[in-house]
């Protein structure tokens, strides 16, 4: 679990983040949802420590993160893996050598181990026969599932995400989704997942925080989110005709429904 306090940035004397709290926990999906400039990714590299907030604090499962001790940072840091939003693998290694990077510079593990390791990796992702190509030679998805492998590779407790879906047809997507929610529950990592997909928060997201110009607006489950009296992330949401349309069919289910159980309790009340 990661505990975040009262966070805030500048730059340049603009705030960018403007004292955001939040609680992400293990296991499940929880997703920074917001327009472009809103700040999400900005709070999530002041989460791993690629930013350093002026003001706030963040706890990672009770330990302090921020201000803490150079070696208490690296330990933490050691069990935080990262998907970039390009994936940002290293052009001139093999998919092999890509997963084996950060266990030679993260563990002690001796070569046999580090093999085994990346075999597995690259099975539990669907890559078992990909270890000897190079990244030239992959499709976007395939960069996105090596780049899943190599952030898990270390057996990460913290898993970030910035933008997975970026670049990728719909189905291969939702493929990407649903394998990063497997790894979440089936290892009990905390996962935070920056995104503006709303296909990705309706299904996935199990916490979602909402940005608007650097300030927190909404939290909750994604199952609530499309009642939401926020104005701002009715905006966000609504902003496509397709999603308009789906909540035009929902309101007419919840009308039928709401006069179909009047119209029960009528009769119910005449048979008596």
């Known amino acids: 679990m990661i505990e ?13 983040l403007d004292g955001i709290d939040g609680v992400f926990e293990s296991g499940k999906m929880n997703m920074l949802l917001g327009a472009s400039g809103t700040g999400k990714s900005v709070l999530l590299k002041c989460i791993v420590g690629l930013v350093k907030p002026d003001v706030g604090s963040i706890t ?3 330990r302090i993160f921020t201000n803490n001790k150079l070696d208490i940072k690296q330990e933490i840091r050691r069990k935080i893996g990262m998907l970039f939003q390009g994936s940002a693998l290293f052009d001139s290694m093999n998919v092999n050598e890509n997963i084996d990077f950060p266990l030679k510079m993260l563990t002690d593990m001796t070569r046999a181990e580090r093999r085994e390791r990346v075999e597995f990796c690259l099975k539990r992702v ?4 990909a270890g000897k190509l190079m990244p030239s030679e992959l499709s976007g998805g395939m960069k996105k599932r090596v780049g899943i492998a190599r952030a898990i590779a270390p057996h990460c407790t913290y898993l970030f995400c910035d933008e997975p879906n970026s670049g990728l ?5 939702i493929k990407i989704d649903e394998l990063i929610k497997e790894i979440t529950e ?19 997201g199990d916490n979602v925080m909402f940005l608007y110009q650097g ?9 609530e989110i499309m009642d939401t009296k926020v104005r701002e992330l009715n905006d966000f949401i609504f902003s496509n ?7 035009k069919v929902e309101q007419i289910e919840e009308e039928e429904q ?10 119910k009340n005449r048979n008596k």
């Open 215 to 223: 300030k927190k607006l909404w939290e909750g489950h994604s199952s």
């Open 126 to 129: 669907g890559l078992e026969q």
């Open 241 to 247: 005709r397709l999603m308009r349309d789906a909540k």
């Open 169 to 173: 047809d719909p189905l291969t997507a």
């Open 186 to 204: 089936e290892y009990d990592i905390t996962t935070i997942v920056v995104t503006h997909d709303m296909n990705s928060v309706l299904e996935y």
């Open 258 to 267: 709401r006069e179909e159980d009047q119209r029960q309790e009528e009769e």
């Open 4 to 16: 975040i306090h009262n966070i805030q940035k500048s730059f340049n004397g603009k705030k960018v």
């Open 60 to 62: 990672y499962d009770g």
